[in-house]
């Protein structure tokens, strides 16, 4: 299996890495784009700010090179939303893969804090990537956009309203929450785009 991880300005590749070895998977951290579009799976994660990672993107040609990957790629957190098509993050158009437009989280009561920080479940699960867990499952979330429930969603949570947690298009898969830092749960769901994507 040749795994690549993209290489941008956006943090937690480390802990991306530190989970794949966890379920016995090497991966490679590299934004070479020969690597990339030679790899057999794709992961495209990310925590940062989406402006200053597209503009990152654009510059190194790896916006492109993205959208016209054709073997499975995985999106995590800023990941994800910057494959849909735009974000209120900085008024930032994004790579366009999933129609969905990501937004700020606007809570109506006080006492919900964005961004949302900690362990929530994920419910209406499709595809293989969710093989072998059930609805409500857990998971860990850092975030204060989010991507509105559209045709590509394929896992929903609820906070200040439901929205995307995991996202679906052709060979592309999204997800919210940090499958990396998300337990047994995060494992499994590692495991099965490995194995099932």
């Given at each position: 299996m040749n795994l690549v991880i993209i290489k941008y300005n956006a943090g937690n590749i480390q802990s991306v890495l530190y989970a794949l070895e966890r379920i016995g998977v090497e991966a490679v951290v590299t934004d070479d784009h020969a690597l990339i579009k030679k790899a057999d799976k794709v992961i495209f994660p990310g925590v940062g700010e989406a402006s200053s990672a597209m503009q990152y993107l654009n510059e190194r040609g790896l916006d492109e090179l993205i959208k016209n990957l054709q073997q499975p790629v995985l999106g995590i957190c800023l990941g994800m939303q910057l494959m849909c098509k735009y974000s209120e993050e900085n008024n930032t158009e994004c790579l366009g893969i999933f129609d969905?437009?990501?937004?700020?989280?606007?809570?109506?009561?006080?006492?919900?804090?964005?961004?949302?920080?900690?362990?929530?479940?994920?419910?209406?699960?499709?595809?293989?990537?969710?093989?072998?867990?059930?609805?409500?499952?857990?998971?860990?979330?850092?975030?204060?956009?989010?991507?509105?429930?559209?045709?590509?969603?394929?896992?929903?949570?609820?906070?200040?309203?439901?929205?995307?947690?995991?996202?679906y298009k052709d060979n592309f898969y999204g997800v919210q929450f940090h499958p990396e830092k998300s337990a047994a749960v995060g494992e499994q769901i590692l495991k099965n785009f490995i194995l099932n994507a």
């Open positions: 969905e437009k990501v937004k700020l989280f606007k809570p109506t009561d006080a006492a919900v804090k964005v961004p949302q920080i900690g362990w929530n479940t994920i419910y209406d699960l499709k595809t293989d990537l969710f093989k072998g867990l059930p609805d409500n499952s857990y998971c860990y979330f850092v975030h204060g956009y989010y991507a509105a429930l559209g045709e590509h969603t394929i896992a929903t949570t609820d906070y200040v309203q439901p929205y995307s947690s995991g996202l």
